[in-house]
């Protein structure tokens, strides 16, 4: 909190066509709209265009805590993402700039693909053919593992179009991470491609496919030819997608089916503290409003704005922000195959450059990382196109905020870092340049946007006095937010006791933050046994999982160590089974099987062998012990302890564990 200093200077911004309001005059307006949340969410829903109005706002589920939105509304979201758009002006605007990641000799990428809003109509709707000819219907699952190719919204809004409900599963997760959740949702149709590229490298995704279905129900494979890598196909199971293509006519319509506002849109996957991921189930009507209402407050998205969102769709923010929330707002977007680093660290600029951008959405450990180059690779470029920047997935420290204030954008953009989470469907608490914009604080979340009862409280839901921390809840339900019939596929029980439990009754996100005097908000971190590695979230008992399905392995704990780029990176203790030895060809061995058994984004940074891990007499892990010991730093305050340990017990096996660490090394 040291760092939450307001900045006067940063309260001005000179040609901002925003009106800049004090905090007080927001807060005010912000009040009316948390008392009647539910008149204020109606008047948001009557923006989109429905089929058939709701009868009711908000009612209780079948399950306590799942709430419906907007009840006996009917709507289809790939209609307001295009349908709306082809029949008007709109039709002959972009939609999608697509780069891919190779380039030639002199830095230009080789393939770049555009459609207009008519255009993407078209391929969604010859998509959505093939899918209903190859026999899925309403409510059927699928799912999706591709790279960031334009088939990839193409897929979800073809799904999206016919009402079946699909799953995203990031390219970079490993085949049995593919396998967990295409057997959790029970998809009969899986979608992927031949390869993509990442950091100059060829990916063969095909490969993991083949691997992953082997355990599954999928009865076909729909195949993208991305990479031309060579690929086996099965026989009866595995279709080209061209193929499968050719014989539909050019222009066939199929009618986007009329769905309920409860219907679920997609369920995604995500990491908590125990168990296998959490399927989180997104409706289509809650959901739909609150992108629309967030991309005008928080993007103040414009008919001449190009829009660039760095995220991968295989995350939500992808979901949100790159295809349902700007293609509804009918906005221009840039979509990126490959990592910001490819071929030089000038890429994104590049980007910026080439297509002039407007609004930049990104996140804090990728400008940490570009950081690092200095300023020329991105003053070389012309950013004067950017008005908006916003960064997402971490707390953003202020240096890096100050970063992209100045440097990125000439000082002349507002710069926030917009908080929420796969659960809430889109973004909660924001700068929001496109309704209000209250003075700017380098590395703040700010205040929460209209209709979101946002607090900092205790463990009995007490609110946390100014400066102090707490856990952060939303104490209204929000359109957006988990949705029926279960609010977790498959999960009531479990999404009650996750989300609705620690603090009786209000929406418990699992972070811990302060708000400061004028009430912003400042998310600090996660508040439980998960991980935020480079944005990504991973849930420590996960990778224990992985590490003791090992051979080698009796006994594994993970905790999360401070990364100057990252965040936060994984360190593991390792227990080993007799007849084993630990020493760097093992730790090494270890590591490649994390990255092959979850997906790289969880590599750890180092392995510790240790005889055995600290616990407490009822067989908890002191996980401060260990961190203390990763960090190579002190106990901290011990008169708080959450491991119900006596404190002679953790010092004693800190000291322990330190000495053994030590000697290892
Ligand atoms: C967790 C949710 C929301 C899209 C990407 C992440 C952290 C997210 C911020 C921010 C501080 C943030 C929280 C949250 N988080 N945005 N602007 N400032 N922390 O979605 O993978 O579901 O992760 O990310 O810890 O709980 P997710």
Redesign the pocket.
Known sequence: MSEALPFDEYLELPNWRARTVDIEAYKRFWRTTVEDFVGFWEKEARNLEWFRPWDRVLESGEHPFVFKWFVGGLLNISYLCLDRHAKSWRRNKVAYIWEGEPVDGDGRPLSTRKYTYYELYREVNRLAHVFLSLGLRKGDRAAIYLPMIPELPITMLALARIGVIFTVVFSGFSAENLAIRVNDLGAKVLVTADGFYRRGRLINLKEVVDKAVESTDVEKVVVVKRAGNEVSMKEGRDFWLHDLLRTVPENVSVEPEPLDSTHPLYVLY??GTTGKPKG?IHDTGGYAVLLNSTMKWVFDIRDDDVYFCT?DIG???GH?YIVFGPLMAGATIVMYEGTPDYPTVERWWQIIERNGVTIFYT??TAVRMLMRFGNEPVQKHNRSTLRII???????NPAAWKWLFEVVGERRCPV?????????GG?L??HLPGLMLTPLKPGT?GLPLPGIDAEVVDEKGVVAAPGQRGY?VIRKPWPGMLGPPTGMWKEPERYRQVYWEKVNGVFF???YAVKDVDGYI?????ADE?L?VA???IGTYELESVLVSHAAVSEAAVVGVPDEIKGETPVAFVVLKSGYQGGNETAEQLIKYVRETYGAIATPSSILFVSKLPKTRSGKIMRRVLRAVATGGSLGDLTTLEDEAAVDEVKESYEQLLKEVRRGR
């Open positions: 995500t990491s989180i995220a995350w939500v923010t949100s996140t804090p916003h960064s997402v997935g971490e707390p953003i926030g870092s917009t908080w929420w989470m796969t659960e809430t973004i608490i924001s979340n952060l996100t699992g972070d400042w998310v600090a971190g996660r998960v935020k944005g990504h979230r």
